[in-house]
């Protein structure tokens, strides 16, 4: 089973809609993170938070770590919004230098 | 953007043949990692390094090695290629193993 599982593994949107892309976790996190990856394209990270909730423009990720889960929302999606999501765990004790990763979320929104 | 570059970006190799990727980074930072990105897959780390000349293993580093000599660098070796090493390489380079992790723009291998 995978420590990190995201839903759905794919989305297809119209524009102006609001999307939201969920990652559950199984063990205790110290961190987590989403990141971004256009077709062809290298990776970007979008936030990296430990609780509560972080906002960048039209992006808003939420943590809940009673429940092991985060969220990362898109209000009013764009075309150029179209790309895989990754969310990634940085575990607590042990080394922290490692993050696991989803296998990530294709976002696709049409004009 | 974080000065990270990646070379080569594309590098078609036949089996049994050795194989460098270079990582490069201008930014100072102290950790650096190299991924593999399969599909079906999420990115896994093959090795990481955390000071010149300290470096240790990742979850899927058989048949792969690294050296950091400098901070800058840090270079990922196939010693003798296989064509399930066929992937998509990634760099990742972060100020504190606390912090956000930067990535390269990828290095694409095919091994024949």
């Known amino acids: 089973k995978n420590e990190v599982e995201q839903s759905p593994q794919n989305l297809t949107a119209q524009e102006g809609e609001f999307i939201t892309i969920n990652c559950s976790y199984s063990?205790?996190?110290?961190?987590l993170h989403w990141l971004q990856q256009h077709p062809g394209g290298g990776i970007v990270s979008l936030f990296m938070?430990?609780?509560g909730k972080k906002k960048h423009g039209r992006l808003i990720a939420t943590i809940n770590i009673q429940e092991k889960h985060s969220s990362l929302h898109i209000t009013a999606s764009h075309p150029r919004d179209s790309a895989v999501y990754i969310c990634?765990?940085?575990?607590?004790?042990?080394?922290?230098?490692?993050?696991?990763f989803g296998k990530g979320t294709l976002l696709t929104v049409n004009p | 953007d974080a000065g990270i570059t990646q070379s080569p970006r594309h590098k078609v190799t036949e089996t049994g043949t050795p194989v460098t990727l270079r990582c490069h980074q201008t930014?100072?930072?102290?950790?650096m990692y190299w991924y593999r990105q399969d599909p079906g897959h999420g990115l896994r780390l093959i090795h990481y390094?955390?000071?010149?000349?300290?470096?240790d293993k990742g979850e899927v580093s058989d048949g792969y090695s690294v050296s950091r000599s400098k901070t800058e660098d840090f270079l990922l070796t196939l010693e003798s290629a296989t064509s399930s090493q066929t992937s998509v390489y990634f760099c990742?380079?972060?100020?504190?193993?606390?912090?956000?992790?930067?990535f390269g723009p990828g290095t694409r291998l095919t091994v024949t």
């Open positions: 063990v205790g996190i110290s961190a």
């Open positions: 930014e100072n930072h102290r950790y």
């Open positions: 990634a765990v940085r575990l607590r004790g042990g080394s922290n230098y490692k993050l696991t």
């Open positions: 990742a380079i972060s100020e504190s193993e606390m912090y956000e992790q930067y």
């Open positions: 938070l430990s609780s």
């Open positions: 390094s955390y000071g010149v000349k300290d470096t």
